[in-house]
């Protein structure tokens, strides 16, 4: 199995500055990696694909970048409805699909 | 619009049985994999199980090997999970999700709102 590291735990950055968030894998991945957004009550909601795709309707101030083991997603500009929990999880080797355990983007 | 609705969910002792369905609307749902993730509240995202299109490659989380098992009916638009041997560590809301793709295991989008299981004597 994959495992998935992300750091940090908890991000605080105030409103209009960036966050880079990181995502370790185990073992290469190449680019199958994918990162999503949770709020709270609600779903986790898919915000980049293969490593520095967005998905539809996910502002360009979302990028991500990376290959192999080693993967970031940045956020410039934090809007106030960019703070929620990130996700990444890798789709390389299946069925085995696993999750990082997650990255909490607070307000300072 | 694409929706998922999960049902099934609700409060069984240890080593009892639950399944799960996933009712999807608003697309074709046999041009799609479907999937089934857990998440314990205030915890982190797992996947369990995940279905191709026609049900020739299925898998398995290690924690749910052997105990669930996930099947579709493309007729009735609808993913189950059947979970037998429940523990108390299998509480968790229960999601179900749609794959980018209809073979092989991708990325999800997008997902149902969740069903609550609580295992719990």
């Known amino acids: 199995e994959i495992v998935m590291t992300q750091s940090p735990a908890t991000l605080s950055v105030s409103p209009g500055e960036s966050a880079t968030l990181s995502c370790r894998a185990s073992?290469?991945?190449?680019?199958?990696l994918a990162w999503y957004q949770q709020k709270p009550g609600q779903a986790p909601k898919i915000v980049i694909y293969?490593?520095?795709t967005r998905a539809t309707g996910i502002p360009h101030r979302f990028s991500g970048r990376g290959s192999g083991t080693e993967f970031t997603l940045t956020i410039s500009s934090l809007q106030s409805e960019d703070f929620a929990v990130y996700y990444c999880?890798?789709?390389?080797?299946?069925?085995?699909?696993?999750f990082g355990g997650g990255t909490k983007v607070e307000i300072k | 619009e694409v929706q998922l609705v999960e049902s099934g969910g609700g409060l069984v002792q240890p080593g009892r049985s639950l399944r799960l369905s996933c009712a999807a609307s608003g697309f074709t749902f046999d041009d799609y994999a479907m999937h089934w993730l857990r998440q314990i509240p205030g915890k982190g995202l797992e996947w369990l199980s995940g279905i191709t299109w026609n049900s020739y490659t299925i898998g398995y989380a290690d924690s749910v090997k052997g105990r669930f098992t996930i099947s579709r009916d493309n007729a009735k638009n609808s993913v189950f999970l059947q979970m037998d041997s429940l523990r108390v560590e299998d509480t968790a809301l229960y999601y179900c999700a749609r794959d980018i793709q209809a073979a092989g295991f991708n990325w999800f989008d997008p997902w149902g709102q969740g069903t609550l299981v609580t295992v719990s004597s």
């Open positions: 999880q890798q789709y390389n080797e299946w069925p085995a699909l696993t």
């Open positions: 073992q290469s991945i190449r680019s199958n």
């Open positions: 293969s490593t520095s």
